[in-house]
């Protein structure tokens, strides 16, 4: 759900909803990127950052490695004519 909200550009209620999942299913890795995501469209970019980052070595995210999820979210956040300078940072970051 937070991911739709993200791509509705209703960020409030992006990070709402992804706190909730996360207080409900704290293991679940993937849930964080969507918290990431909404953190970076809140302004709140250096905690979005450390979340992207703290991540990075996971290799089985929905079947995934972290990095080619959230590349796979950035994708589809420009898609929708979703941009955010921290995105490029990251991309770049997770191509090293």
């Given at each position: 759900?937070a ?8 960020f409030?209620?992006a990070?709402e ?9 704290p293991?679940?890795v993937?849930?964080y ?7 970076m469209f809140l ?7 450390a979340?992207y ?8 995210v ?19 004519g ?12 997770f191509?090293?």
């Open positions: 759900m991911f739709n909200f993200i791509l509705a550009r209703d409030h209620n990070i909803s992804a706190d909730q999942a996360v207080l409900l299913a293991d679940e993937w849930i990127a969507n918290r990431a995501h909404a953190l302004g709140r970019e250096d905690e979005a950052r979340l980052l703290r991540y990075r070595d996971e290799k089985n929905l079947g995934k490695p972290w990095d080619t999820v959230i590349s796979e979210d950035f994708a589809e956040m420009r898609k929708a979703l941009m955010n300078p921290l995105m490029d940072e990251i991309t770049k970051l191509a090293r």
